[in-house]
């Protein structure tokens, strides 16, 4: 009969808790896809990947890397025959986005009008401590780096709710209504502009005129110069143990930050030189459908490859590399969650602890909007996972019917290539502070390093 096992009971403790010490301090310090991106360049750099087109040549071994518009990466390592062993997980995560002209002035408080990213529960946003991290740029295409909310000395923003003294006809509301979409505004100041003439006293809207002043003064940013930014606001909260016996990690943006680090581990983590070639992508924009320039759908991949290809001794076209090749969409699933188990269907739902699990399918109602791993497929991974004792489980996302999503895995099938989803489960996924296990946190990891390496020499 199957049963899940502990992801614990077959792994290393020691190793596991140092590598979530590592997990939370990425967690801490990269909030946004742009600071991911930095920080994979970053680590990539110090393990001697190059930028693909400083490059004229490459061999087998060659670590390359590009990077796009700052918001999305490809790592490579570049392989004996022209056959790929991709991974991709997205580096962009549920947040709250201002408005191009966010700030104005009412009931004597400053404020900025905002726009939600990705599929959040609004009313998880209020009154919790938020920091703003983005860049603003300038006319002369100078760009200003805004981070406040993050340090302790440094101010956070909130959005205030109603108290519940009179609340009794928000109570009344949905709970989805709760919260509605232009409710999600943030305090940014309370203090009137003032200087020595005694007429300006008189002057309308006095705080946006003081915070826009700060604004000038410690950024040298104009209200116009909000136009052309991006500014995104955030927890301010930093990762934390979960649970008296610090199973846990607490924090925001684990999906899918949780498979970026673990991914990004895995890749500069491999040794020697591969039959097939490395691909390991980290994607904007997956929260909102993966549209967009830096997303998913776009041809960045097979830009990337065939740069990649230009400069090898392959000689092989792309299509009969891509369909030849074979892809891990890094992402997070739902764990099972102890107060609603009636959303889940429990014997094929994933569990916190037991493991990184392998989602044959995401999409809703009949399969639809999703792509689905061939029993083939599953079948290796399997192989490749038991042959390592790495911890591994089935899971989908809930009961039929019951709601749904997807994954970048759709569009890496539609280059061709067989694909599964794989990656942690996590506890209130998409809300300000989510929950994963060490133990499938590592899981991953070792699992992403098995796609990497199994039969690849
Ligand atoms: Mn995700
Ligand atoms: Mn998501």
Redesign the pocket.
Known sequence: MYERKWAWDSLPREEVNSFSEEYKGFLSEVKTERESVKYILKMAKKEGFENLEDLSKLSPGDRVYMELRGKSIILGIIGKEPRFRVIGS?IDAPRIDLKPLPVYEDSGIAMLKTHYYGGIKKYQWVNIPLAMHGLVVLKSGEKIEVKIGEEDDSPVLLVPDLLPHLAKKQGERKLSDGIKGEELRLIFGNMPYSDSNEKNKKEKDRVKKNVLRILKEEYGIEEEDLISAELEIVPALKARDAGIDKSMVAAYGQ??RVCAFTQLKATLDLNGVFKETIVSCFVDR?EIGSDGDTGAKSNFLEYFLEELMDRSAFEEKLNRALINSKAISA??NAAVNPLYKEVHEEQNAAYLGKGVVLTKYTGARGKYLASEAHAEYVGWIRKILDERKIPWQPGLLGKVDEGGGG?IAKYLAKRGMQVIDMGPPVLSMHSPYEITSKADVYSAYLAYKAFFEAENK
């Open positions: 997205h999906d899918d997956e992402d997070v994954t």
